[in-house]
């Protein structure tokens, strides 16, 4: 079991000898039961450091803010960020190594091991409480969970309110870290892609229906984009600044500046925005499934993903976010990649 | 005169409905939300706190202000596209979405009224349920000039009183809808005001939560405008819109052409909501953003609601319903943001 001391005591010592410049972790938040991110960068804030299954977050969100305002600053502070990482925050990690995002001088990564579980899912959790609240979850001895309410303590097995990520996990211990917590737990995982063999199995009309109405209820939050590590990008297709202006431009050229998709929640658009969003995925999203946890609609965000990360799994073999030094999916070419699509 | 309803024929009261849009919460994909409803034997309004407010049936996402169409001439044909404003009736409306409402009939009403809004508003019934227990472990309406039972806005109150409804009828409008109802409704008793004045006592203990002593919040944050406060408060805001998108009482909208057809060049005008949370609120068509970054976007969020709306309207333009906090991705809370300015050494 990780314990929080262990996590506490390694992020106080590397504040002390300020070989980081603030550690990105959990902390409880103010419903006394789930965690929120915090940063941490004194010394006597440690003890706020907590691990457990309410850790939802994936941090490294945070590291890529960390980059953004680091190139607005004039001499910015060069030392990494500690940033605690899950087995599958780790591998979004991976991803801005490849992508050449960040340095590997950037980031002092504090890895915890998910040992048998994982997070859990709080909308299965509410349906098994019926109405009752919780007051605290914490790791079960074995593939469960402890959960306290106000009428008591309940044992619930993980493959009742475990997040579907972590029920389909391939990385529960993190594949990069400085240090890590926890042990190095052996798991299989029967359906890696069991998420979408039910949908693979209808027809196309089916799923279209399908989509239409999980994309209906879509309000364009971009709840599911902003919470990204992946979705980096400067300029968003989605938003209607992705044209620089100079006062050399022309009010002829803003008017004419390309729109590609309009604010309206309607069908067309949302299902353009989430196409461009998966799409933008393939080959690099690592599953953390924060998309799908963000959503306040609750669309199944994370089967598109899913999906993509099994074509890529099955025509190119590829296992996205596990070696930095290899070349991302998207920007390499091998002999031997399937062309049988050109015709 | 108050009213009783037996809870075996509200669907009844449902049916008899037949001239209204009748929305009311339901659950889809385990999210609660407001819906019209097919079915009035489906209805229950046993649930807890809907995702998106009530707002989004008196200020929709999405309306459309005219239609335009090149014509042969040098000319365009323009046509206004006024809602019908069809009688429409919202159950389960809770207190602070009633209050929420008013607060928005401020913004669009005055000297210059918004008839686009004033059409579907004016044709909406709000059907309060009064909260027996906060529906949101965030809920703080106490703190913010409501209670669980507050009539502001509703235009009927139920109360759930076991196998039956206490129901007060606070206007017109309520009136009409109730007569519709005909027999089903009976004359309430004194013991049956006493239970439903006993729940909604008791209801205001049940709060889990409180924002307190914030009356000089208002004047603390006009001296916290430039302070890095907002730098730190701001460092897990990931930069989406569900706190804004999802509050019942924001309002903000962006105005769009939408193009059908490029020759003859047609299209509609439409509003959408938009947010203050996102870059492109305050962008400049010269480039320049004056709110640059998340900092100066939460900033704006509650500066918005505890100083700008106090100044023009006297009233805290939140109404402690919790969902920023329970549904924000990263746990931003605006109540501690407050606590923080309140107890902020100036």
């Known amino acids: 079991m990780v314990k929080h001391e262990d996590v506490r005591a390694e992020a106080k010592k590397l504040l002390e000898s300020g070989k980081v410049k603030y550690i990105i972790a959990y902390e409880l938040g103010a419903d006394g039961w789930k965690a929120n991110p915090v940063f941490i960068k004194k010394p006597e804030d440690v003890d706020k450091i907590i691990w457990g299954p309410t850790c939802f977050h994936n941090l490294v969100r945070f590291v890529v803010d960390e980059k953004r305002r680091k190139v607005q600053q004039k001499n910015p502070d060069t030392r990494p960020v500690g940033v605690m990482v899950k087995g599958c925050d780790s591998r979004a990690i991976v991803i801005l190594l490849q992508e050449k995002f960040i340095e590997r001088k950037d980031v002092h990564i504090i890895g915890v091991s998910c040992e048998k579980t994982g997070v859990i899912d709080e909308r299965k959790l509410a349906n098994k409480l019926k109405g009752r609240k919780a007051k605290n979850v914490e790791f079960g001895p074995d593939e469960n969970f402890v959960v306290t309410t106000e009428e008591g303590t309940v044992d619930l097995p993980a493959s009742e309110i475990m997040a579907d990520r972590c029920l389909e996990c391939i990385a529960h211990v993190p594949v990069i870290t400085d240090v890590l917590f926890g042990e190095k737990t052996k798991r299989t995982v029967p359906h890696p892609f069991g998420s979408v063999e039910k949908i693979e199995t209808l027809s196309s009309e089916d799923r279209w229906k399908f989509w239409s109405e999980q994309l209906e209820k879509c309000v364009r939050c971009y709840a599911c984009r902003s919470v990204c590590p992946m979705c980096y990008c400067d300029e968003c297709v989605a938003d209607t600044i992705t044209f620089a202006v100079s006062p050399d431009t022309t009010a002829e050229e803003k008017a004419q500046k390309i729109k590609w998709l309009d604010k309206s929640p309607v069908i067309s658009e949302n299902i353009f925005y989430h196409m461009v969003r998966a799409i933008h995925l393939a080959g690099r999203c690592i599953d953390c499934g924060e998309c799908e946890r963000a959503c306040p609609v609750n669309i199944p965000l994370r089967m598109l993903n899913k999906k993509l990360e099994k074509e890529a799994k099955l025509l190119f073999g590829y296992d996205v976010g596990f070696d930095p030094e290899k070349p991302a999916l998207i920007s390499c070419f091998r002999d031997e990649d399937p062309e049988d699509f050109i015709r | 005169m108050d009213k009783i309803l037996a809870k075996k024929d509200f669907p009844r009261w449902l049916e008899a409905l037949g001239a ?327």
């Open chain 2, 20 to 346: 209204y849009d009748v929305y009311a919460p339901q659950l889809i994909d385990d999210v609660w939300n407001y819906e019209l409803a097919a079915d009035p034997k489906a209805v229950s309004l046993d649930y807890p706190q809907t995702a998106i407010p009530a707002k989004k049936i008196v200020f929709p996402q999405r309306e459309f202000f005219f239609e335009f169409r090149e014509a042969d001439t040098d000319d365009y044909k323009l046509k206004e596209l006024l809602p019908e404003g069809k009688p429409t009736v919202i159950f389960g409306v809770r207190a602070c979405e009633g209050k929420a409402v008013t607060l928005t009939d401020l913004v669009f009403g005055g000297e210059i009224a918004d008839d686009y809004y004033w059409k579907r508003r004016n044709a909406a019934v709000l059907v309060g349920l009064a909260c027996a227990s906060p529906p949101s472990t965030n809920c703080f309406c106490l703190s913010v000039n409501g209670s669980p039972h507050s009539k502001e806005g509703l235009d009927v109150l139920m109360t759930d009183l076991g196998d039956q409804y206490y129901v007060e009828i606070l206007t017109d409008k309520g009136k009409k809808l109730v007569s519709e109802g005909g027999a089903i409704f009976h004359e309430a008793k004194p013991p049956d005001k006493k239970a439903a004045e006993k729940i909604h006592a008791d209801s205001e203990k049940k709060l889990a939560r409180e924002l307190k002593n914030i009356k000089d919040v208002p004047a603390k944050l006009k001296g916290m405008f430039a302070s890095p406060f907002w730098d730190d408060e701001s460092m897990s805001c990931i930069r989406c819109g569900i706190c804004t998108y999802l509050c019942p009482t924001c309002h903000c909208f962006d105005i769009n052409d939408e193009v059908e057809s490029q020759t003859p060049l047609a299209g509609r005008r439409v509003r959408t909501w938009d947010t203050c949370q996102f870059p492109d609120f305050t962008m400049h068509s010269s480039g320049h953003n004056p709110r640059p970054d998340k900092a100066a976007r939460l900033r704006q969020r509650i500066n918005h609601k505890f100083q700008y709306f106090v100044e023009v309207w006297q009233n805290y333009q939140c109404t402690g319903c919790g969902r920023c906090i329970t549904l924000c991705p990263v746990g931003i809370d605006i109540i501690k943001v407050v606590e923080k300015v309140r107890d902020h050494a100036s």
